[in-house]
């Protein structure tokens, strides 16, 4: 019987023939076993620009020229290989150094092997994508080098060979055949091929069959200037050494077995969810599970298990007996571990002395409780799905620097704090603690042992000082993974050709023009804040003979210059919003469509997409219509060049008297929309003034609101509405719209507490009208600013509005809580908005414009969409606070002024004050208000807290206060921050 | 297909045959001794894409292959469905769950775990022969109870065994030996992802296909396979005689056919008890322990076959002395059936197979060091890994 097996003998071609099997476990549950063919080839090239025989067979293009060789003919040498070489890295090297390998400085011509691409891609993706666009980025020549199917290099698995020894052999194999095939080709020395690894075994193995091989740390030092690089090799390949330490110094529990959570998670018992670190306190967290309303508490540092704000973790519910409150009581890393010594490993002693009696007191708290009900559920981390470590931005912590370390060029262990308060201090070791003191610097987390106490993690880049206006707007942007970096030249392509000089057609055949209304005749006018560039919208408005109005909403036609699917648009999308800093604007659109073409700036003329409504003299609308259009604008107001012109009965001209029309036609509306329950909510707000010249701050001003502004706002969200449904209507399951979710009635179970037993004030939350009407009654006669105080705090239990698609949510899902809309969307902001954008190309199709693009109307994009711009809106948001958190803070420099302030929220041991004059809220810690810390009874019953010893105060909340408000420089943390001192209480 | 196609002998062929089987020693056409298998040659490993496959070749031409497919398939359960898995009862209830509710699992729901489908060249899916054979081969698996217990991954999910048994070759003989054997291969030569997860969790498995272990786990040192998978045996009787793996002609005059099931006892047996060893002789020291897994009586062909006439009875003689009744005329062959068995004349067997022929034929299958051993030992020869 002849085999029907393929054999060797039989087969002349079975030498070309290979295969690779393995076991698949698909998502469903399923598991197969994949069997793969793997044909051989000898066409791959080595793509060395010093080999002319790989030239023939080169994959050739259309035309039938070679793709270019990427290797250099001429690389670059090191102390021990002065010839020239080429880096072949296994995978570990670039799991574990991926930023060495983004250097400018050195690490060009790479050889990227396949097998090593293809390990990377299964055990982390970033990192994968990350090596990818290095391997596209042209100048520092990294190529991947197809090794697996080059017959010279397929090494088969030997029997008994695990997958590792196996690839590590695949990557020898590799480097030797390399260095065989170049030292053929040229008669001059050729480069060396050159192992990157950090495995001690693989490493000797390539001693043993002649192989150049390097350890990352070693191959650095080879390199000029290599003392620098040094630093971003991580921690954690010294662990090798370190691992042979005694096996019973866990400080933290083991994590569960990734099968063993998804079974639980499954199964009700487990819960996943996303980690969110209290700002107040950082060893307690909370962490929101589809299973409950609340949030689930994780207290505890051993309970927390080395989560990390953001990390995706599974968490199991503790008993009874271990649910607890929230904590009363503020905690911060830098103050109770600020003496920690980052070399020694604190294994006896893991949950320090201090943070076990900050502990004490929360027990203590809950023992003294007589009502049992406030407890809350606690649960711990068992697992973590998925880490969300990014760069985080920081600085060393001087404390934790010993004096020799500032001298000498040793290897340092430093603490870095990071700028995000959530993240805990980072373990670095570094040779340049002495350069990195007082400097701004980017770092990432390399791994969290369970024997260390700390993360540990790697110095990236230094931005600069601290407090220069460079370092920290960088800081700032990376903070809030703002994409901040020029627009690339295939963006720039995207552009008309004509550039500023582009003009709307003067012929009306042209093609620009068609289906386009020409409203040039109009009197349109916008209004913005001073100094606007990026003008979105423009409204008129004018009397029809019936003695109804007509009233024209037109904005920018930005989908008339970007179009769907190509580079600018895909810029857009991920940018998803421009981000505006005190000093500083990021755009999501380049300048010229921005602030020239797409801007409807006045006495030009400029497409736009107009909505025109008819409405009664009471603001009831009769009829709209939406039109692309091209409209010239007659003036371009600021708010309060409007107002004034407003005001000024002198002015009688036709523009003049129509803006007057839309204020009291919004005034109207406005009154309707509050009488439909809208809530008029409220954050502090303040504008910094700049010095002209050098943009340094000098003054900080609240914003003063004009009735022009609402004018404006009230006639954008009509437009969003009308838009809303007119889009929802064309497509029911792939409108992009925004809603606001009702908030849970407990979030505000807290608040309407603190309002009963202060002020005796009932909070009621049935409805949105019914929370704006027990809002207008939250008043206090003598104190104005109370309300606002209360709305603040009422706008922070409230849910963030989002993006999402229409086909993701039941109709009554889509209300906006906020607006008391029944559906809302945003239409009106496309130059700085990409959910307006989309909204812009749907209502387009929709009165059949153009027709839908496929990536408009594909849903599963457009959700992936809303997810992006939601996350980017929150971080443009969050980004801009802190931005003007800063200049807020580098305008009081060197200025004491005493302000009143308001007490927002009461611990056992300090409280925060929120000072409207600036906008800034700060806390107030016990041990600050005397130079002896003084003794506080606190009584949560009543948020009182009374103080005694060296100085007697007592502090309620609501009360409003007299503070000192000065800048200072921590000395600890070389950070600079607003500083309050309690001047008396009122 | 009734055991075998028709077969085109005569009366007189086959009765010559049937009187040369029932000597002492008996004479096969083909020359094999009684006991004898036909020639064959194996081989395993044939399908990459099957988690296990093998192909058997017979000396006179038939051939066939087996592949074995498994997946993983959630275990339904009759009790309470809320006693999920918990790290508690994880811990302490397991032993005492898996004995008292995991037994009861394995003896409901596990029929379903194998799934077994035959096909013959030239016969519908359908066809009654088709699923007859398929059946009886899987309830030899079945009734090893050790081979279901291997399909189990925790007390939530098990494997789920797919074996498509294909006959390539025309079925120039009752398959049912063919089949077997190869099913026999194709299972030793099975194996299963290796599993990662522990206790109850949803399975998680090593994607390295070369860790994944055998359905059949060998001995790490010695490479012996400690349990085999059953296989069945086709025996026949005839006249005193007992004939294993009977051609298709020989089948033609079998008094009593058994297709009779059989496993390896080595290990399992030994927990159960000396009692189950009855059937052993327990003196013959040589061979392995065999248990008996299930045993069919086939139809024999011989049943349809056309009587012969005795030269006494022929007309064509010249013998018409007999004054026939009128009923006798309109039934001669019923009258001749119930006459005496005449030398020399083709007499289909009727009635059952007697009590002590089939004990007889069971006995000698399972006898120490017979033919199920040496069958076993010539499969065991097969390179399976």
């Given at each position: 019987?002849?085999?029907?097996?393929?054999s060797?003998?039989?087969?002349?071609?079975?030498?070309n023939?290979?295969?690779?099997?393995?076991?698949?476990?698909?998502?469903?549950?399923?598991?197969?076993?994949?069997?793969?063919?793997?044909?051989?080839?000898?066409?791959?090239?080595?793509?060395?620009?010093?080999c002319?025989?790989?030239l023939?067979?080169?994959?050739?293009?259309?035309?039938?020229?070679?793709?270019p060789?990427?290797?250099?003919?001429?690389?670059?040498g090191?102390?021990?290989?002065?010839?020239?070489?080429?880096?072949?890295?296994?995978?570990?090297a670039f799991?574990?150094?991926?930023?060495l390998?983004?250097?400018?400085s050195?690490?060009?011509?790479v050889?990227?092997?396949?097998?090593v691409?293809?390990?990377?891609?299964?055990r982390?993706?970033?990192?994968?994508?990350?090596?990818?666009?290095?391997?596209?980025s042209?100048?520092?020549?990294?190529?991947?080098?197809?090794?697996?199917?080059r017959?010279?290099t397929?090494?088969?698995?030997l029997?008994?060979?695990?997958?590792?020894?196996?690839?590590?052999?695949?990557?020898?194999?590799?480097?030797?055949?390399?260095?065989?095939?170049?030292?053929?080709?040229?008669?001059?020395?050729?480069?060396?091929?050159v192992?990157?690894?950090?495995?001690r075994?693989?490493?000797?193995?390539?001693?043993?069959?002649?192989i150049?091989?390097?350890?990352?740390?070693?191959?650095?030092?080879?390199?000029?200037?290599?003392?620098?690089?040094?630093?971003?090799?991580?921690?954690?390949?010294?662990?090798d050494?370190?691992?042979?330490?005694?096996?019973?110094?866990?400080?933290?529990?083991?994590?569960?077995?990734m099968?063993k959570?998804?079974?639980g998670?499954?199964?009700?018992?487990?819960?996943?969810?996303?980690?969110?670190v209290?700002p107040?306190?950082?060893?307690?967290?909370?962490?929101?599970?589809?299973?409950?309303?609340?949030?689930l508490?994780?207290l505890?540092?051993?309970?927390?298990?080395?989560?990390?704000?953001?990390?995706?973790?599974?968490?199991?519910?503790?008993p009874?007996?271990?649910w607890?409150?929230?904590?009363?009581?503020?905690?911060e890393?830098?103050?109770?571990?600020?003496?920690?010594n980052?070399?020694?490993?604190?294994?006896?002693?893991?949950?320090?002395?201090k943070?076990?009696?900050?502990?004490?007191?929360?027990?203590?708290?809950?023992?003294?409780?007589?009502?049992?009900?406030?407890a809350?559920?606690?649960?711990?981390?068992?697992g973590?799905i998925?880490?969300?470590?990014?760069?985080?931005?920081?600085?060393?912590?001087?404390?934790?620097?010993?004096?020799?370390a500032?001298?000498?060029r040793?290897?340092?262990?430093?603490?870095?704090?990071?700028?995000?308060?959530?993240?805990p201090?980072?373990?670095?070791?570094?040779?340049?603690v002495?350069?990195?003191?007082?400097?701004?610097?980017?770092?990432?987390?390399?791994?969290?042992?369970?024997?260390?106490?700390?993360?540990?993690?790697?110095?990236?880049?230094?931005?600069?000082?601290?407090?220069?206006?460079?370092?920290e707007?960088?800081?700032?942007?990376?903070?809030?993974?703002?994409?901040?970096?020029?627009?690339?030249?295939t963006?720039?392509?995207?552009?008309?050709?004509?550039?500023?000089?582009?003009?709307?057609?003067?012929?009306?055949?042209?093609p620009?023009?068609?289906?386009?209304?020409?409203?040039r005749?109009?009197?349109?006018?916008?209004i913005?804040?001073?100094?606007?560039?990026?003008?979105?919208?423009?409204?008129?408005?004018?009397?029809?003979?019936n003695?109804?109005?007509?009233?024209?909403?037109?904005?920018?036609?930005?989908?008339?210059?970007?179009?769907?699917?190509?580079?600018?648009?895909?810029?857009?999308?991920?940018?998803?919003t421009t981000?505006?800093l005190?000093d500083?604007?990021?755009?999501?659109?380049?300048?010229?469509?921005?602030?020239?073409?797409?801007?409807?700036?006045?006495y030009?003329?400029?497409?736009?997409?107009?909505?025109?409504?008819?409405?009664?003299?009471?603001?009831?609308?009769?009829?709209?219509?939406?039109?692309?259009?091209?409209?010239?604008?007659?003036?371009?107001?600021?708010?309060?060049?409007?107002?004034?012109?407003?005001?000024?009965?002198?002015q009688?001209?036709?523009l003049?008297?129509?803006?007057?029309?839309l204020?009291?036609?919004?005034?109207?509306?406005?009154?309707?929309?509050?009488?439909?329950?809208?809530?008029?909510?409220?954050?502090?707000?303040?504008?910094?003034?700049m010095?002209?010249?050098?943009?340094d701050?000098?003054?900080?001003?609240?914003?003063?609101?004009?009735?022009?502004?609402?004018?404006?706002?009230?006639?954008?969200?009509?437009?969003?509405?009308?838009?809303?449904?007119?889009?929802?209507?064309?497509?029911?399951?792939?409108?992009?719209?925004r809603?606001?979710?009702?908030?849970?009635?407990?979030?505000f179970?807290?608040?309407?507490?603190?309002?009963?037993?202060?002020?005796?004030?009932?909070?009621?939350?049935?409805?949105?009208?019914?929370?704006?009407?027990s809002?207008?009654?939250?008043?206090?006669?003598?104190?104005?600013?109370?309300?606002?105080l209360?709305?603040?705090?009422?706008?922070?239990?409230m849910m963030?509005?989002?993006?999402f698609?229409s086909?993701?949510?039941?109709?009554?899902?889509?209300?906006?809580?906020?607006?008391?809309?029944?559906?809302?969307?945003?239409?009106?902001?496309?130059?700085?908005?990409?959910?307006?954008?989309m909204?812009?190309?749907?209502?387009?199709?929709?009165?059949?414009y153009?027709?839908?693009?496929?990536?408009?109307?594909?849903?599963?994009?457009?959700e992936?969409?809303?997810?992006?711009?939601n996350v980017?809106h929150?971080n443009?948001?969050?980004a801009g606070?802190?931005?003007i958190?800063?200049?807020?803070?580098?305008?009081?420099?060197?200025?004491?002024?005493?302000?009143?302030?308001?007490?927002m929220?009461i611990?056992?041991?300090?409280?925060?004050?929120?000072?409207?004059?600036?906008?800034i809220?700060?806390?107030?810690?016990?041990?600050?208000?005397?130079?002896?810390?003084?003794?506080?009874?606190?009584?949560?019953?009543?948020?009182?807290?009374?103080?005694?010893?060296?100085r007697?105060?007592?502090?309620e909340?609501?009360?409003?206060?007299?503070?000192r408000?000065?800048?200072?420089?921590?000395?600890?943390?070389?950070?600079?921050g607003?500083?309050?001192?309690?001047?008396?209480?009122? | 297909?009734t055991?075998?196609?028709?077969?085109?002998?005569?009366?007189?062929?086959?009765?010559y045959?049937?009187s040369?089987?029932?000597?002492?020693?008996?004479?096969?056409p083909?020359?094999?001794?009684?006991?004898?298998?036909?020639?064959?040659?194996?081989?395993?490993?044939?399908?990459?894409?099957?988690?296990g496959?093998?192909?058997?070749?017979?000396?006179?031409g038939?051939?066939?292959?087996?592949?074995?497919?498994?997946?993983?398939?959630?275990?339904?359960?009759?009790?309470?469905?809320?006693?999920?898995?918990?790290?508690?009862?994880?811990?302490?209830?397991?032993?005492?769950?898996?004995?008292?509710r995991?037994?009861?699992?394995?003896?409901?729901?596990?029929?379903?775990?194998?799934?077994?489908?035959?096909?013959?060249?030239?016969y519908?899916?359908?066809?009654?022969?088709?699923?007859?054979?398929?059946?009886?081969?899987s309830?030899?698996?079945l009734?090893?109870?050790?081979?279901?217990?291997?399909?189990?991954?925790?007390?939530r999910?098990?494997w789920?065994?797919?074996?498509?048994?294909?006959l390539?070759?025309?079925?120039?003989?009752?398959?049912?030996p063919?089949?077997?054997?190869?099913?026999?291969?194709?299972?030793l030569?099975?194996?299963?992802?290796?599993?990662?997860?522990?206790?109850?969790?949803?399975?998680?498995?090593?994607?390295?296909?070369?860790?994944?272990?055998?359905?059949?786990?060998?001995?790490?040192?010695?490479?012996?396979?400690?349990?085999?998978p059953?296989?069945?045996?086709?025996?026949m009787?005839?006249?005193?005689?007992?004939?294993?793996?009977?051609?298709?002609?020989?089948?033609?005059?079998?008094?009593?056919?058994?297709?009779?099931?059989?496993?390896?006892?080595?290990?399992?047996?030994r927990?159960?008890?000396?009692?189950?060893?009855m059937?052993?002789d327990?003196?013959?020291s040589g061979?392995?322990?065999?248990?008996?897994?299930?045993?069919?009586?086939?139809?024999?062909?011989?049943?349809?076959?056309p009587?012969?006439?005795?030269?006494?009875?022929?007309?064509a003689?010249?013998h018409?002395?007999?004054?026939n009744?009128?009923?006798?005329?309109?039934?001669?062959?019923?009258?001749?059936?119930?006459?005496?068995?005449?030398?020399?004349?083709?007499?289909?067997?009727?009635?059952?197979?007697?009590?002590?022929?089939?004990?007889?034929?069971v006995?000698?299958?399972?006898?120490?060091?017979g033919?199920?051993?040496?069958?076993?030992?010539?499969?065991?020869?097969?390179?399976?890994?």
């Open positions: 019987m002849a085999s029907l097996k393929r060797v003998d039989s087969d002349p071609l079975a030498a023939i290979s295969n690779k099997i393995y076991v698949r476990s698909t998502k469903s549950g399923k598991v197969q076993k994949i069997v793969r063919e793997v044909y051989l080839r000898q066409d791959i090239p080595c793509s060395s620009k010093l002319q025989r790989c023939v067979c080169a994959p050739k293009d259309a035309s039938g020229k070679p793709t060789f990427v290797l250099s003919d001429s690389p670059a090191t102390k021990v290989f002065p010839q020239g070489h080429y880096l072949v890295p296994d995978t570990n799991l574990t150094a991926m930023d390998f983004e250097q400018d050195a690490f060009y011509d050889i990227v092997l396949q097998i691409l293809e390990e990377l891609r299964n982390s993706l970033p990192l994968y994508n990350r090596l990818v666009s290095l391997t596209k042209e100048d520092k020549r990294f190529y991947v080098f197809f090794n697996e199917f017959l010279e397929h090494v088969p698995r029997e008994g060979e695990t997958v590792n020894d196996r690839n590590d052999r695949a990557v020898r194999k590799a480097v030797a055949w390399y260095g065989e095939h170049l030292a053929r080709i040229k008669e001059k020395d050729a480069p060396a091929i192992m990157l690894s950090n495995d075994d693989n490493l000797k193995k390539a001693k043993q069959e002649g150049n091989a390097c350890s990352l740390a070693d191959y650095v030092r080879q390199l000029k200037d290599g003392e620098k690089l040094l630093d971003m090799i991580p921690e954690t390949q010294d662990q050494q370190i691992k042979e330490k005694r096996p019973g110094d866990n400080l933290y529990p083991e994590y569960f077995t099968s959570m998804m079974t998670v499954k199964n009700n018992l487990l819960h996943q969810g996303i980690f969110n209290s107040y306190n950082y060893l307690e967290g909370s962490i929101r599970v589809p299973a409950f309303p609340k949030a508490l994780v505890g540092r051993e309970n927390i298990n080395r989560a990390v704000d953001g990390d995706l973790v599974v968490v199991e519910v503790l009874k007996d271990q607890k409150e929230p904590s009363i009581q503020v905690i890393e830098d103050a109770i571990t600020k003496n920690e980052p070399d020694a490993e604190e294994s006896d002693d893991f949950v320090s002395e943070e076990r009696k900050a502990l004490q007191e929360e027990v203590k708290r809950t023992h003294s409780k007589t009502t049992e009900g406030h809350q559920p606690t649960a711990k981390v068992v973590v998925k880490r969300n470590w990014r760069q985080y931005v920081g600085h060393i912590d001087q404390s934790s620097v010993s004096q020799s500032q001298q000498g040793k290897q340092d262990s430093v603490f870095v704090i990071p700028m995000d308060k959530k993240i201090k980072i373990r670095l070791r570094t040779r340049q002495s350069e990195l003191l007082g400097k701004r610097i980017l770092v990432t987390i390399d791994a969290w042992d369970r024997s260390s106490r700390h993360p540990s993690g790697h110095f990236v880049r230094s931005l600069g000082e601290l407090e220069t206006k460079a370092a707007t960088e800081a700032l942007l990376l903070e809030y993974d703002v994409q901040y970096r020029p627009f690339p030249k963006v720039l392509d995207c552009l008309p050709k004509e550039g500023h000089d582009w003009k709307v057609p003067q012929s009306m055949e042209d620009g023009w068609k289906d386009r209304q020409d409203l005749d109009l009197l349109i006018c916008s913005d804040p001073i100094g606007c560039q990026d003008i979105d919208d423009a409204l008129h408005s004018r009397p029809l003979p003695g109804n109005f007509e009233v024209g909403v037109h904005i920018a036609d930005v989908s008339h210059f970007v179009k769907p699917g190509n580079a600018m648009d895909a810029e857009a999308s991920i940018r998803g981000v505006y005190v500083k604007r990021i755009d999501m659109l380049p300048m010229l469509l921005g602030t020239d073409l797409c801007s409807l700036k006045p030009v003329e400029r497409y736009a997409f107009s909505v025109v409504w008819e409405m009664t003299p009471d603001a009831d609308v009769v009829g709209s219509r939406f039109t692309k259009s091209v409209i010239k604008s007659r003036e371009a107001f600021s708010y309060e060049q409007a107002q004034l012109r407003v005001d000024d009965s002198s009688q001209d036709d003049t008297k129509s803006i007057r029309t204020l009291a036609l919004s005034k109207k509306l406005k009154q309707k929309r509050l009488d439909a329950g809208a809530l008029s909510l409220s954050s502090p707000e303040v504008k910094v003034q010095e002209s010249e050098t943009s701050p000098i003054d900080v001003k609240t914003k003063v609101h004009l009735d022009t502004m609402s004018l404006v706002e009230e006639f954008m969200l009509l437009a969003n509405t009308s838009v809303a449904r007119r889009i929802y209507e064309a497509f029911p399951q792939t409108a992009i719209l809603r606001h979710g009702a908030p849970p009635k407990t979030n179970d807290e608040l309407a507490n603190q309002l009963k037993v202060k002020r005796g004030l009932d909070l009621s939350v049935e409805s949105s009208r019914a929370l704006a009407d809002l207008d009654r939250c008043v206090d006669e003598k104190e104005p600013f109370f309300n606002t209360v709305r603040i705090m009422a706008t922070r239990c963030s509005a989002e993006y698609c086909g993701t949510q039941a109709y009554p899902e889509f209300r906006h809580y906020g607006l008391a809309s029944e559906i809302y969307t945003h239409f009106t902001s496309p130059i700085r908005r990409y959910a307006d954008l909204a812009h190309r749907q209502l387009a199709a929709a009165i059949e153009e027709a839908i693009h496929p990536s408009t109307r594909s849903r599963g994009k457009l992936a969409v809303c997810k992006n711009i980017r929150r443009a948001q969050l606070r802190a931005s958190a800063y200049y807020v803070g580098q305008a009081l420099r060197g200025k004491a002024t005493e302000e009143d302030g308001f007490v929220k611990f056992s041991n300090g409280f925060v004050v929120l000072v409207p004059r600036f906008g809220e700060s806390l107030i810690r016990l041990r600050d208000l005397a130079e002896v810390e003084p003794q506080a009874e606190f009584d949560a019953e009543n948020y009182v807290l009374q103080t005694s010893g060296s007697e105060v007592k502090v909340l609501f009360q409003k206060v007299r503070v408000v000065t800048d200072q420089k921590d000395e600890t943390t070389g950070k600079r607003v500083k309050m001192e309690l001047v008396r209480t009122c | 297909m055991s075998s196609q028709q077969v085109l002998l005569s009366p007189a062929e086959l009765s045959l049937h040369s089987l029932s000597l002492t020693p008996p004479i096969r083909d020359g094999r001794s009684p006991t004898q298998y036909r020639p064959l040659s194996a081989e395993t490993g044939i399908l990459p894409g099957t988690n496959s093998a192909r058997i070749c017979f000396a006179d038939t051939e066939a292959i087996v592949g074995v497919k498994a997946e993983v398939e959630k275990t339904k359960r009759k009790w309470d469905d809320d006693a999920v898995y918990t790290e508690n009862s994880h811990n302490d209830d397991e032993e005492q769950q898996q004995d008292g995991g037994e009861a699992s394995n003896g409901n729901g596990n029929s379903d775990w194998v799934e077994l489908t035959v096909e013959i060249p030239g519908r899916d359908d066809d009654p022969s088709t699923v007859f054979l398929a059946q009886m081969l309830e030899a698996l009734a090893d109870g050790g081979f279901i217990k291997k399909l189990r991954i925790n007390r999910f098990h789920k065994l797919y074996l498509d048994i294909l390539i070759s025309p079925p120039l003989s009752y398959p049912l063919l089949l077997s054997l190869t099913t026999h291969l194709a299972l030569a099975t194996r299963l992802p290796r599993l990662k997860s522990e206790g109850d969790e949803d399975p998680f498995f090593d994607d390295d296909w070369a860790a994944a272990p055998y359905l059949y786990s060998r001995n790490p040192t010695t490479k012996r396979i400690a349990e085999r059953p296989v069945t045996l086709l025996v009787a005839v006249g005193g005689n007992i004939i294993f793996d009977p051609s298709k002609e020989e089948l033609a005059v079998a008094d009593v056919a058994l297709a009779v099931s059989i496993g390896d006892a080595t290990t399992s047996q927990s159960q008890g000396e009692d189950d060893r059937d052993v327990s003196g013959n061979g392995r322990n065999l248990k008996l897994l299930s045993i069919r009586t086939v139809d024999p062909p011989s049943r349809l076959t009587p012969g006439v005795a030269n006494a009875a022929n007309s003689y010249g018409a002395q007999v004054v009744t009128g009923a006798n005329q309109k039934m001669p062959e019923a009258r001749q059936t119930e006459s005496e068995a005449v030398e020399g004349v083709w007499k289909p067997p009727r009635g059952g197979a007697k009590a002590i022929v089939m004990g007889a034929l006995q000698k299958v399972l006898v120490r060091g033919v199920a051993d040496e069958v076993l030992d010539a499969l065991e020869g097969v390179d399976t890994s």
